[in-house]
């Protein structure tokens, strides 16, 4: 079927250095992706996102890219700062409003 | 800025309770949304609904229903507890959307509840 995935459930990298956050997507008909954060004991949180027709999208310190060839999704998070310590989940949109989410990966930012 | 609440962070009820999470949007979106979140599955979706008094089936329905008499809330209700209800829940809601348009939704903090 369908799915979300992220190809790694944990991940930890110094103050300060780039962070990338990998997710895999199978269906290929998916127009809208999303990242988004969830802080311990919070809602997620928008961070940005992206539609099909773009390979690239670039916000306050974070960029998604988009390749459709391999269905591949990434988050890098420059200069990565310990209020970046969270859970970053992808979603691809189907079906209308419904979003698919992936299972989450956790970015540990040590200091 | 949208703003999503939900009216408990914590909830303890018993095996067999009837338990009602609320949620209310102050942006007039038309969708809404209820989600479970357990360690390892990620966000499953429970039911949704696009309008007053509309609602569908997400992919994990059972042991659920859902009522939106009003756009602004949607609740949740589980009409008998059981201990594997026991989980994150969040609400979320968006504009609405149809097949090419794009939109977010946003979330509230959610409800920890747990059913002994």
């Known amino acids: 079927g369908e799915s979300v995935g992220l190809h790694l459930p944990t991940l930890s990298v110094q103050e300060g250095d780039n962070s990338i956050i990998n997710c895999a997507y199978s269906?290929?008909?998916?127009?809208?992706f999303i990242w988004y954060k969830q802080e311990s004991g919070k809602g997620p949180q928008f961070i940005i996102d992206?539609?099909?027709?773009?390979d690239k999208r670039q916000g306050q310190r974070v960029t998604v890219l988009l390749n459709k060839t391999v269905k591949h999704l990434s988050l890098q998070i420059a200069a990565t700062q310990p209020g970046d310590s969270a859970v970053y989940f992808c979603?691809?949109?189907?079906?209308?409003?419904?979003?698919?989410f992936g299972q989450g990966t956790e970015l540990s930012v040590k200091p | 800025d949208v703003k999503v609440t939900q009216s408990s962070r914590y909830l303890v009820k018993r095996t067999g309770e009837k338990v009602f999470l609320e949620c209310v949007q102050d942006?007039?979106?038309?969708?809404m949304f209820w989600y479970r979140q357990d360690p390892g599955l990620g966000l499953r979706l429970i039911y949704f609904?696009?309008?007053?008094?509309?609602?569908e089936k997400g992919d994990i329905p059972e042991g659920y229903s859902v009522s939106r008499e009003k756009k602004e809330r949607f609740s949740l209700i589980l009409e008998s507890a059981s201990t594997n209800q026991t989980s994150m829940y969040l609400c979320?809601?968006?504009?609405?959307?149809?097949?090419?348009?794009?939109?977010?939704?946003?979330f509230g903090p959610g409800t920890r509840l747990t059913v002994l």
């Open positions: 979320a809601s968006s504009p609405i959307t149809g097949l090419s348009s794009y939109n977010e939704q946003f």
């Open positions: 269906n290929s008909a998916s127009d809208y």
């Open positions: 992206i539609r099909s027709n773009m």
């Open positions: 979603a691809e949109k189907y079906q209308g409003g419904k979003l698919i």
């Open positions: 942006m007039d979106h038309e969708n």
């Open positions: 609904s696009y309008d007053v008094k509309m609602k």
